[in-house]
Each structure stands twice: as C-alpha cells, then as structure tokens.
C-alpha cells in the first residue's frame, strides 16, 4: 500500500455543513429534519468526491444515500456500507464538548458519530476523492450509506430487495468498524445477531 502526499484536510470536522455537525440521531423523531439534512450533506460530499450519481432514496423510515462512480461496467465494482445516523449523545454533562461541535484533541475527531460511523464511511468518501483527482481507479464503487443503522435497520432489507440492480456489487467494503492499529489492514468476518419471531 503507498501513501499519497498531499495537504492534511480537516473538512471531515470544520465544515459547518458536514455531517458531523447534524445531529442525525435516528432514534428520536423531533430528528427527522435533521436526518435528510444529513443524507443531503452526504449525498454532496458523495458528488464532492468525485460519483457520477448521488441520490438521497426515500425508505419506510429514514432515507439511504446512494452514490456511484462507474468507470467501466466491464470492471469489479466494490460497494461501500456505512451509516449516517447516530445513537443520542445523552448523558451530556459527560462530554467535555459538544457532541456535534466537533473538535481536534490529539490528531483525534471527536463528536457523535465520528468513530460510529460517520468517520468511518467519510475515510472512504476522501479515498474516492483521492483516487478521482489521481486518476487511478482500477474498480466501480458504489456507496450505500443508511440511516437506521442505529435502530436495527428495519427498512434495509427491503430496500436492498428493491434496488437489487442498482446495488448490484462484486465486493462488499462494510466501513463500520473499529481501527485495530493505525496501519492499513483489512479485517474478515463480522459479528453480527439474527433476530427471528
Ligand atoms: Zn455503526
């Protein structure tokens, strides 16, 4: 794996628009606006980076944000999953800042959602960016960012079943995860829970 030089970019946690900023917290519903709010930011930083196609798509509940760069349907293409909702901040007198003003402490981000997941599926959304201005995409990418991750996804499945074209992929890349150490690495398998009635 190579490092690409380039200017360090804090757009993930200064931006006023970003996404970290929105309190897309999907559990509670005084939070609807801010959710399509937040797939909006998504779906821009999404045509920011470099896709040819972004879209907030409406569900049962909150939206998915779509997006795609096709550089040639003849190549594999690799679908991005991630979530832009967040779990409410309570209690807040335990944060030392505000859990959606988000600031810089020791090269860390912290704010709601930045290691779950918004940083997460925003390292993707600038190594898209990057490979776009170098010019060396060698796959398709398509990203699905959802907004009930945080809520058990109750509307995911049956947005997959109908958009089963459009989500058509040859690798899935799940960005909702912890860093196991600060070099690249690629972990395999996920835990995860069935629920059956
Ligand atoms: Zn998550």
């Given at each position: 794996m190579e490092r690409i030089p380039g200017k360090k970019q804090r757009t993930f946690?200064?931006?006023?628009?970003?996404?970290?900023?929105?309190?897309?917290?999907?559990?509670?519903?005084?939070?609807?606006?801010?959710?399509?709010?937040?797939?909006?930011?998504?779906?821009?930083?999404?045509?920011?980076?470099?896709?040819?196609?972004?879209?907030?798509?409406?569900?049962?509940?909150?939206?998915?944000?779509?997006?795609?760069?096709?550089?040639?349907?003849?190549k594999p293409t690799v679908l991005v999953y991630g979530h832009y909702d967040v779990q409410p901040p309570e209690p807040l007198e335990l944060w030392h800042s505000g859990p959606f003003e988000p600031v810089i402490k020791d090269g860390m981000v912290f704010a709601r959602g930045s290691a779950d997941d918004k940083g997460q599926f925003y390292m993707h959304v600038k190594a898209l960016e990057i490979m776009t201005k170098t010019n060396s995409m060698s796959t398709n990418i398509k990203f699905l960012i959802e907004g009930e991750e945080e809520v058990g996804s109750p509307n995911l499945g049956k947005f997959v079943g109908a958009n089963k074209a459009l989500l058509k992929a040859d690798v899935i890349l799940i960005s909702d995860s912890s860093m196991l150490s600060m070099n690249p690495f690629a972990g395999y398998g996920s835990g995860g829970s069935v629920i059956s009635k």
């Open positions: 946690p200064e931006r006023n628009d970003g996404p970290a900023r929105i309190p897309s917290i999907s559990a509670k519903s005084e939070h609807k606006a801010d959710m399509t709010k937040c797939a909006e930011a998504v779906k821009k930083s999404l045509l920011d980076a470099g896709c040819n196609k972004a879209e907030v798509m409406a569900t049962d509940g909150h939206p998915v944000v779509y997006g795609e760069k096709i550089i040639d349907p003849s």
